[in-house]
């Protein structure tokens, strides 16, 4: 946890929570230690309204689109947040392998298994890149649904599912476990859309 990210939290949260209400939904489900966070994008607000749905002290990194860091001044702050580029359509390893290292460093790392915004259920398939951390590093998978698209001073629900620990048969997932495990975490994830926290 840094100074700084405790400062842009604190000045950030009251005017998120002001502008998109939001009321966090099974926050028990997160363990101490690493975890996998993958949730539904919808918006490019998406990881600033999960990140403000944790408490404070539960500093969050983030993987996002490289095309952020090309935007001067953005790429340093994002950094100095903790979130780092992946390269989008292909196997971007030195993504991968910071994801592994903030994972196996006991830390809460969100992704979008999708890849990309989707507005409905079934557009985009899950990208295998997910089952890839989450079966080397061996840390629960918590689905996270951030609610659909952000509209100003519309009630969302940030709804944190059940742990999910995929299983696999070998060292490394095959193609067909890897393709199962993608499909099962977005089907978790949107099993947690019927979840109203305002009820």
């Known amino acids: 946890m840094t100074k700084f990210y405790l400062f842009i939290y604190s000045i950030a949260a009251p005017v998120i929570r002001l502008l998109f209400p939001h009321r966090a939904v099974g926050l028990e489900n997160l363990p101490e230690g690493g975890a ?3 949730a539904n994008h919808v918006s490019g607000w998406d990881p600033i309204i999960v990140a403000i749905a944790l ?14 860091f090309r ?17 989008r359509g292909g196997n971007d390893l030195t993504a991968m392998k910071t994801a592994m290292k903030v994972l196996n460093g006991g ?26 951390m989450a079966t080397r590093t061996g840390v629960p998978v918590i689905p996270v649904y951030c609610g659909e698209r952000h509209k100003f001073l519309r009630k969302t629900s940030v709804v944190f599912g059940e742990p999910y620990i995929p299983v ?4 490394r ?21 019927e979840v109203d926290g305002w009820k």
């Open 71 to 87: 935007i001067p001044g953005l790429g340093f702050i994002l950094r100095k947040l903790g979130i780092f580029p992946v390269k």
């Open 107 to 132: 830390n809460r790392l969100l992704v979008f298994p999708e890849g990309t915004r989707v507005e409905e259920q079934g557009e985009v398939e899950a990208k295998g890149g997910v089952t890839v």
């Open 168 to 171: 696999i048969a070998g060292r």
């Open 173 to 193: 997932p095959t193609p067909e476990e890897n393709r199962k495990i993608a499909d099962e975490i977005l089907k978790r994830i949107y099993d947690l859309k």
């Open 36 to 38: 996998l966070l993958c």
């Open 55 to 68: 408490p404070k002290n539960s500093r969050l990194t983030v993987m996002a689109k490289d095309s952020l």
